[in-house]
């Protein structure tokens, strides 16, 4: 590491220099707060799969476009990654405080014969519009269908969904006049480095600035 000159002294971290555990460890604990995309599957064999994902997020709205950014293990696609390929479908359920602890449990390595929802006893719900389950008490679940597919190679592969139709809680209510979500009934968690997340803090409303 060297330092640089300016207003701060700032080490300079060469990626190329450090191990793939240091790297994980200064990304995720920089990109910080993480959307959670508890990704929802069936297997080719129809055992039904959910293991959440913090490489998440919006990509475009027309159309509807997220990513879900899937790693490999031991070598090999995860059982969401394989399963999305082979279905061309999945649902993504938006995790909330009330769901944490069960969202954390379904992130432990299960083998592909292993059914996660059973595992944790979360009801299951089947979607409209793709052939994929979601998590029947979640109050927001993105339906998908695969969009592209981008190979990372050792890391793994990157994932676009179409989002098909959005399941909301009736519930949870749209700010006046628009579609926005209001947030504080949404209740949405995040994710921070190593086992920390953080939960729905104070909002702070900047409204977007007018040129005169």
């Known amino acids: 590491m060297k330092k640089a000159s300016g ?5 300079i971290i060469d990626t190329d220099e450090v191990s793939g555990l240091d790297r994980y460890q200064l990304l995720t604990s920089l990109v910080v707060p993480r959307p959670i995309g508890w990704v929802s599957t069936y297997a080719i064999d129809g055992v039904l799969n959910l293991a959440p994902f913090s490489f998440f997020s919006a990509v475009a709205a027309s159309p509807m476009l997220i990513s879900v950014s899937i790693g490999n ?30 969202m954390n449990e379904t992130s432990a390595d299960f083998s592909p014969d292993q059914d996660e929802f059973e595992r944790t006893d979360l009801p299951v719900g089947i979607a ?47 700010k006046e006049g628009s579609c926005l979500v209001d947030t504080t009934e949404l209740r949405p968690v995040a994710r921070l480095g190593g086992p920390e997340y953080t939960l729905l803090g104070d909002i702070l409303v900047i409204p977007r600035p007018t040129i005169k």
């Open 7 to 11: 207003p701060f002294e700032h080490r």
């Open 128 to 174: 409209d519009k793709v052939n994929a389950p979601y998590v029947a008490n979640c109050p927001a679940v993105f339906e998908c269908a695969l969009f592209k597919e981008v190979d990372l190679g050792d890391a793994g592969g990157l994932v676009l969904g179409e989002v098909k139709a959005v399941r909301l809680n009736s519930d949870i209510q749209f």
């Open 73 to 102: 293990r031991m070598g090999h696609p995860k059982d969401s990654l394989r399963n999305i390929l082979d279905q061309k479908a999945f649902c993504v359920n938006i995790v909330t405080e009330v769901q944490v602890a069960q």
